[in-house]
């Protein structure tokens, strides 16, 4: 039993560090746009992080990939770092990646197969964790520019919302995918 604990820990240690990763290079792909925040892939890494590690672990990786971003580490969009980066116009999305993460986690269970009946409550959870990261974003991004609500919604979350429904899922197919492929590998997850 200690052993079978050990390992586990192991295991949640490297994945949680593998998806950080993930989210960190995902957020280097971007499109830039007008209003400042441009298209990138962080919604899709931070929905497949939570899938696949569950609420807990999936948190905790969202947290370390801020964490990074804060004292510095180039994690955020264009490799950008440091305070500034949290504090600036796309902070509130930054810190929406939080519930966003626990809410696809708490959606992961244990399912490795795709079957879309079973995806619907996990995929719900999803969009109601890129709404709260929508409106965490849209609130700091009328505070930072000291716009009204209705034009920073329309400029910062409006364009971006089928793309981010679209990232939850994919990112839900591809977690039952890769939790499959660690089930076959005797790998223990615990999401």
């Known amino acids: 039993m ?5 390992k586990m820990a192991t295991t949640d240690l490297v994945l949680t560090g593998l998806c950080t990763a993930v989210i960190a290079v995902l957020a280097q792909i ?11 892939l962080q919604t899709f890494a931070v929905a497949l992080c939570g899938y696949i590690l569950g609420w807990k672990m999936g948190l905790v990786s969202v947290a370390v990939y801020i964490l ?6 180039p994690v955020f969009t264009g490799f950008k ?3 500034g980066s949290i504090l600036g116009v796309t902070g509130g999305f930054i810190w ?7 809410l696809c986690g708490l959606g992961a269970g244990k399912k490795t197969v795709w079957k879309a009946k079973q995806a619907l409550p996990g995929i719900a959870l999803g969009i ?7 409106g965490a974003g849209v609130i700091w991004y ?9 034009p920073s919604f329309l400029s910062v979350s409006l364009p971006f919302i089928p793309k981010d429904l679209v990232s939850v899922v994919a990112g839900y197919i591809l977690a039952c995918v890769i939790k499959s492929a660690l089930y076959r590998a005797n790998v223990p997850v615990k999401a």
Request: glycine share 16%; net charge positive.
């Open 81 to 83: 770092g440091g305070v």
């Open 68 to 73: 990074l971003g804060a004292v510095g580490a």
């Open 2 to 6: 200690m052993k079978e604990t050990k």
């Open 30 to 40: 971007s499109i830039p746009m007008p209003g400042g925040v441009p298209v990138t």
């Open 142 to 150: 009328a505070f930072a520019t000291k716009n009204a609500l209705l």
């Open 128 to 134: 109601l964790g890129v709404a709260l990261c929508h």
């Open 96 to 102: 929406g990646f939080l519930p966003m993460a626990a």
